[in-house]
Nanobody, 117 residues
Framework: QVQLVESGGGLVQAGGSLRLSCVASGRTFSIYRMGWFRQSPGKEREYVAAIRWSGSATYYANFVKGRSTISRDNPNNTMHLQMNSLKPEDTAVYYC??????????WGQGTQVTVSS
């Protein structure tokens, strides 16, 4: 009953920036938190950042602290991830996820981020 659609990925040079977005839609659903995960070929999916839908609490993986900012737009069920100072190792498919309060139950199809040297 929940559909997540990511956008904003692309190809950028090292040191550049990208702004990822995720829109959640459906008939009946609630949001406790939304977050971003990423996965590169040959690597396991890893947590990037998350944000509570009520309040201002945000959470970041160590490798993006100081470079990325997660934000939300509650009325539009939209989440953003502003990524600055991108590095080649940031290259991955970035996935949007939604937690209704019981875990990361809903996932988007992903958006490709490629950072060139």
């Amino acid at each position: 009953q929940v559909q997540l659609v990511e956008s904003g990925g692309g190809l950028v040079q090292a040191g550049g920036s990208l702004r990822l977005s995720c829109v959640a839609s459906g008939r009946t659903f609630s949001i406790y938190r939304m977050g971003w995960f990423r996965q590169s070929p040959g690597k396991e999916r890893e947590y990037v950042a998350a944000i509570r839908w009520s309040g201002s609490a945000t959470y970041y993986a160590n490798f993006v602290k100081g470079r990325s900012t997660i934000s939300r737009d509650n009325p539009n069920n939209t989440m953003h991830l502003q990524m600055n100072s991108l590095k080649p190792e940031d290259t991955a498919v970035y996935y949007c996820a939604l937690d209704p309060g019981t875990g990361w139950l809903h996932w988007g199809q992903g958006t490709q981020v490629t950072v060139s040297s």
